[in-house]
Every structure is written in structure tokens, then in C-alpha cells.
DNA sequence: TGCGTTTTTACTCGCGCTTTATAAAAATAT
DNA sequence: ATATTTTTATAAAGCGCGAGTAAAAACGCA
């Protein structure tokens, strides 16, 4: 690998004066920088990040942790930051925390450690504590999805709250009572936000929360299907079912079907997120959606405008969810 | 952030020594390593990964560049590496590269810029030639999901001509004769063999390609439902739609139903990669086995094995698909 | 031509760590 | 008790680059 010592020597100038057409910098004539650009080109010098590093403390990345690599909501949220700050020529870092606060610090560390200029973290299992702690650390810290009030200029977060309202509502809307629920694990804040939205729509109309209508899910496919069968089982009366993300709908939806449900007359069911494949599902899910890129996009725009400095930027940083009407809602008669 | 060489200091050692006990290296005593492990822990030390990859030029991680961010193709792909990588105490670095030239070139341009030990690609755009000459560099090139000749070690590939075939062959076996493909972008290697073996099945069945029965899709849901309709539009009488892909076989399976198709007995469909979501789709979808993750751990086995000289590991390089029967392909009578 | 300015270039140090080569100390042998 | 080996610690030289400072060259004006 070509080095700039090696490039300097070939254009016949100094080190220093390499690094400044490197960086674009003023003070070096049309003519010398010429020379260095040929020199480069010829040498096929491709400058190190790592020695950049290292000299400007200074990365032009960003580190990203989220708690899956796969899934459609996180792939969304990567995707959106990744593009939107790619513009901007700043590069990303990713990692997983899976959900496991160990491995979320580790992630953390990870990132901190690679001198990330900032990271953007969907984290679940650390306390708040511990990321207002971090945020005093010399790397900035933006939560996505998470709402600490400590550090909440970082913070992006989703009015969970007001989702999980709305979903209910929407059952009440059609005209259902019986309305069963299926939470995320209630230790991740946004889960634990939709069930009280639940929990409000449900006073609000007097409907009482009944334990037995109530079931904690893993946010995937089979928590939707374990949710059902436990209702089923316990010969809950139910019309609606409200799941608290879209992968636990979709499971709860086929494990309906096998079990004889005609949908979505037998079962109105709805989801959250409104993650791409709902869409594809059938009958179409209802849904609340989550403007997961939209978010991302304020994410990667707050650390181009505190951390990279970029002007006329202003960023939203909580978003509301709003109710997805399809098929497997329909109005009861 | 404090430094090795406030360590050193606290301890009471050279800066030399802090290194050996940082590198696990013999030549150092115990009491001495007791010492300085004590400072370190005092001062909250944290190696600086950047500076210790200038000195020793290694990063202890590798490289990602995947098309996309998000889909659930890449999710469990990048998924399966970094966990397995993770194991082995390794970092991944993910960069996407669209399936464009240009973006892709740029990122193995970032990656190796960054130092990674060795790179894990997925690229589609590039031509062979390019990532020859790429391999000669300085940094391990491996490939997923593409098979070139010239570094056939370097390769972890589906044999996609064998799934084509597997996926056709089915739709003869149910009873069909008129039998609809929709393609993949054919710059895309694995697209164009799955169309290979789709040949080879209608051929071996003395079946002729039917060009009016062809659509080149976009291997997204779009290109499912795209592909129906030009089908429909132009009066094709099919009764079995092989997609080259998961989501374009669900959008198609949307649009069908959308337009009056009773599915699966009006149309019989299937897909191809066994994403997750096929099994939640009503019907169910008949698709191709992708061993995806399993393909995942073999490409970071790769590495562990020739990169960072873990001994014992044998790899499979080429792995082969197999049918899914699900709903979506009924027998017909 | 000479002096003050402005533009352009060169030197040098340091970012935080690894890695030789080398010296000192401890252990062992003679 | 000295010579020899083995173990442990040190000092110094980079890794490739950025940035501040000093110096040189080019320019302007009288």
C-alpha cells in the first residue's frame, strides 16, 4: 500500500503538503496540487483511515447498534440512516445488541472504542441510568426509539403510547368488546408504552383489562401463535385481538387459520409497525405505523447537525403513529 | 480517555510491559501483571482499537458489503455471520452496496480503507475481472451467493441452476403444463441460473420456453405483481407461476387474489430462498430452500480459518437447495 | 531595487499502540 | 563464587497521517 510519504516523494514536495490536497485544504497552488493528484493516481494511494484516526481523532463514521440485524424493523432503520448519512459522506458502523444488556454494552464499548464520531443506538436492555452515564462519555450518544428525559435532546423516539391507543381504539370503533392483547416483553420501554395505551382506550370506553385477555409475546412470529393458543385454550370469548408489533399478528394470524378461524370474520386483528410485509399478508393487516426510515432520517440529521456541524437542520424528535385501516379489520354487523 | 501510558505510570512499568500483559503475552510476571491489570481497572482503561490497528495492522474485523440493509435475504445472511464471527471474538464492519457499480466498488473502497482483516461480499454488479483483480490486493476477498472460477476457494455458493430446476420440475410433477417465470434482474448471477434451471426442467419435460410466459422482475414485491399482471394482460392461460424469489412470489400472490384468483386452485405459486415469512403467508408458500445462514457461518468459518489460523474447520463451498412443499402448490386433478 | 505582504511549502511533533533490540535481574549450572 | 542461561523489563523506533509553526517564494508598490 502506498503511503503518502511514498506519493510526496514521487511529486517531489513535502509530506505536509500531500495531506493538505488531501484535505482539500487552501495554500497549495493549482500546479503542486496537480502533481500530487497525479502522483496519487499513479501510485493508486488510497489514503488510510485508520493512521486518519488516529492523527485527527476523528472517523467519519457512525456507530449504529441495534438489537437484530434481521427483521424488517431494523433493516428499515439501518437502511434509512445508512442512506441518509451516506449522502453526507459519513460511513456506519453496525452492530447487534440482541436484546441482552451484556452484549448491548459490549456493543456500546465496540463502538466507542472504534472512535465512532457518534453512535445511534436502539437499545432495550441497559437501564436509562447507564446511558445517561454514557452520554457523559466522550462519544455522543442518540437513543432511537427510547425516551430518557435526562438526555432527551438525543433521544427520537415514537408516542408508543398513543399507538397502542389508537389500535385499541380502532377495535372499540368497529364495535368489538371483547378485545384480547399481545404484549412485547414489557422490560423493553416501547412495549410496555403500547400496553398502556391499550389500557387507556380500553377506560376510556369502560371496558375493564382482563388478565385473561392478556399475554406477554417475544415480538416475533410465535409469540403471536403461543398468544392465541394460550386464549384459545382458556376458552377466552374473544373478537379482536390486538398484537403489540406485526410479526406477532402475522403469527397469531396463521395459527387462527389452522385452528379454523375464517378471517377475518371469526378474529379481527390488529398489528404494529406496519412493516412492509403486512401488506402481503391475507387479508391485509391493520395497522399502526411506525415511520421507521422517517425516524431514522432525524436520527442521522441530529448527528449531521451537532456532530458534523451541518447547518438548516432541524429535526422533529417525537413522532406520532397513525392508524393503517385494511382487511383484517372489517366492521361487524 | 486514559492511555497506556497513564497505566504504565499508575503501575509503575514501561509502557512496554502494559502491552505485553494487553496481549496476553508470556514474559511477564505475575505480580507485575496484577499490577498493571489493577491500573488499568482504576483508570477505566480501554484500548484505542484505531491506534493499535496503525501499530499492528490488524483490526480484528472483518468486513461486510451486503446489497441491501434491510429484506430478510440479508438480514439472516448478515445475521449468521456476525454472530458467528462474534463467537470468536471478531467485529463486523456492514456497508451496503445496492447493487450498483459504482456503490459497490466504493464500499470494498471503505472497507479496506478501514483495515478490515478480510472482506465478506455480496455484490452482484461488479464484474468478475473486477473482484479478481481485487482479490490480488491487500485484503482477503470472500463471496457469498456467486461462484467465480478464478478464486473458487474464496466462495460460499447456492447451486442456483439446481434450484431453478427443483422449482419447475415441482410445478411438472403437480400436473402443470402452462407455467408462467417470473425472473429475476438478469445482471444478477443467481437470477439468471435459477432461470437456467428453469429451462432445464421445461426441456426435460419437452416443454418449450415460452417467451410470453417470461418477466423479468425485480426480486421485490413489485416485481411479483408486475409480473402477474403482464401475464394476465396478455391473455396467458397459466396455472402455475414460478417466482425466481420469496417476495415477488407474495407480491404476485397479492395481486392474484386482488384480481379474482382463488388461491392456490386457480393458481399454483411458488417462490424461491425460503424466507421467513413464506410460512406466514396464506397460503403458505411452496418455495426453494436457501440455506442462507447456514451459508453465513460457512463464509465467517472461512475466515476464522484462514485468516485468524483457527485449526480444525472444514468448509462446504458450493450447497445445494432443496423444495419446501407448502400450501401455495396443490395437487391438481 | 528594496521592503512589506501574501501565498505557498517544509519541518516537526504527536495521536496510542506494537515491536523489535537490548539491558537488567533472577535462576541455574559449573 | 563465577559463568551461563532463562526470565522479565526497558527504551526507542515506527505505523500513516494532521496540524501548528517556521521558512521560503511570489507578489505588490513606491
Known amino acids: 500500500m502506498a503511503t503518502i510519504y511514498q506519493v510526496s516523494e514521487m511529486a517531489g514536495v513535502s509530506l505536509s503538503t500531500v495531506s493538505r490536497v488531501l484535505n482539500d485544504n487552501d495554500y497549495v497552488s493549482k500546479k503542486t496540487k496537480k502533481k500530487v493528484l497525479e502522483a496519487m493516481k499513479e501510485l493508486g494511494y488510497q489514503p488510510s483511515s485508520i493512521a486518519r484516526s488516529l492523527a485527527s481523532s476523528t472517523t467519519n463514521s457512525v456507530g449504529i447498534l441495534v438489537s437484530e440485524l434481521d427483521g424488517p424493523f431494523f433493516g428499515q432503520m439501518m437502511s ?14 453496525i452492530t447487534p445488541g440482541h436484546s441482552d444488556e451484556k ?17 445511534i443506538a436502539h437499545v432495550e436492555a441497559v437501564s436509562n441510568e447507564y446511558l445517561i452515564e454514557l452520554s457523559k462519555g466522550k462519544t455522543p450518544i442518540y437513543l432511537m426509539s427510547r425516551y430518557v428525559k435526562e438526555i432527551e435532546d438525543n433521544c427520537i423516539s415514537l408516542d408508543n403510547v398513543m399507538g397502542g391507543y389508537l389500535a385499541t381504539k380502532a377495535m372499540i370503533n368497529k364495535g ?18 403500547r400496553l398502556k395505551g391499550h389500557k387507556k382506550a380500553l377506560a376510556e370506553y369502560n371496558l375493564t383489562f382482563d388478565e385473561s385477555l392478556y399475554y406477554v409475546g417475544d415480538f ?4 403471536g401463535s403461543d398468544g392465541l393458543r394460550h386464549f384459545i385454550q382458556n376458552k377466552a370469548q374473544i373478537t379482536a385481538l390486538v398484537c403489540a408489533n406485526d410479526e406477532m ?16 370474520k371469526d378474529l379481527a386483528i390488529i398489528g404494529f409497525d406496519n412493516v412492509i410485509f403486512t401488506n402481503y399478508l391475507y387479508p391485509t393487516l391493520t395497522t399502526i405505523d411506525n415511520p421507521v426510515p422517517e425516524m431514522g432520517r432525524a436520527a442521522a440529521n441530529l448527528v449531521l447537525k451537532d456532530i458534523y456541524k451541518k447547518s438548516g437542520i432541524t429535526v422533529k424528535h417525537v413522532f406520532q403513529p397513525k392508524l393503517i385501516l385494511r382487511d383484517s379489520t372489517p366492521d361487524i354487523n
Request: aromatic fraction near 8%.
Open 80 to 93: 434509512a440512516i445508512e442512506e441518509h448519512l451516506r449522502i453526507a459522506g459519513k460511513h456506519v458502523i
Open 103 to 119: 452484549k448491548e454494552k459490549s456493543g456500546f464499548e465496540f463502538l466507542i472504542g472504534r472512535n465512532c464520531d457518534a453512535i
Open 176 to 193: 368489538h368488546k371483547n378485545i384480547a392483547y399481545i404484549a412485547g416483553p414489557q422490560f423493553k420501554e416501547d412495549a410496555s408504552n
Open 220 to 223: 416475533k412470529e410465535t409469540g
Open 249 to 264: 399478528a402475522s403469527g397469531a394470524m396463521k395459527y387462527a387459520r389452522e385452528h379454523g378461524f375464517n378471517l377475518p
